[in-house]
């Protein structure tokens, strides 16, 4: 049987279970791949079942995603007139799109390090938000990422910031198990930190630096043993030239 007939029944099976998504998914015994499609199988017959479709800045069982979060100081800074217009696509959105006018891509639509089945130079902007982290690969991933953005484009990162978030220097994270990397904004530091403005600089060329910042809105929670609250994040905006092509390994 395909892992994907098999994610579908045991995805089946848990629905029946009171509890709330997070605490399903957390508890699974499978492997990643396994938990990743469970996990959005259940999340998509939930918000259908419950709530028809969710818009933009709306959430299921009370949870805020990352760029919900977001949602707010964007607005006031004008973010959404700026970079977001067009059709745009949301890698790894887990159903909190950036804007209704974004195409989400997630477990089901495949690996997000490839976007196998997406044409070059597709999207007016990409956006992508607490992804990069979980990836093998960061080259592949921003070079496919690249490609299918318009020249012309917005190109949109926002990554879990490894003082604010973490609070540690190495892996494994204390909140997410599945964290391949850590990162700051302007340098890697061995063993696990990656430089985002570094590895963007090795990967790709033919950019924009638009600007590049830490958001912090709304973080207080400093302790170390404590899930921080608010903004804890790094976000990056490219502009990518009317000629230009990834850097070849």
Request: hydrophobic share 35%.
């Amino acid at each position: 049987m395909r892992y994907d007939n098999i994610a579908d029944f045991l995805s089946r099976i848990i629905m029946k279970i009171p509890p709330s998504l997070k605490q399903i998914a957390n508890a699974l015994p499978f492997s990643e791949y396994l938990k990743g499609k469970v996990r959005y199988f259940i999340w998509s017959q939930e918000k259908q079942k419950r709530y028809g479709s969710l818009g933009e800045g709306e959430t299921f069982y009370g949870y805020q995603g990352e760029t919900f979060k977001a949602r707010a100081r964007r607005m006031r800074e004008g973010f959404f007139e700026k970079y977001s217009r067009g059709k745009g696509l949301d890698i790894g959105f887990g159903g909190d799109l950036l804007t209704k006018n974004c195409r989400g891509w997630d477990f089901e639509d495949g690996d997000a390090q490839y976007l196998r089945g997406l044409k070059d130079h597709s999207f007016d902007f990409v956006y992508s938000s607490h992804t990069l982290e979980d990836l093998p690969d960061l080259e592949a991933a921003l070079k496919n990422w690249w490609r299918v953005l318009k020249p012309g484009g917005f190109f949109i990162l926002y990554l879990p910031e490894r003082d604010l978030y973490e609070k540690k220097l190495t892996l494994p994270s204390r909140w997410n198990p599945g964290h391949r990397h850590f990162f700051l904004l302007d340098r890697d530091e061995k063993p696990h930190t990656v430089g985002l403005l570094p590895l963007i600089a090795r990967t790709i060329s033919d950019y924009e630096l638009i600007y590049a910042k830490v958001c912090d809105e709304g973080h207080t929670i400093t302790d170390p043993e404590q899930h921080s609250d608010g903004e804890y994040s790094l976000e990056v905006v490219l502009k990518k030239l009317l000629t230009t092509k990834a850097k070849k390994k």
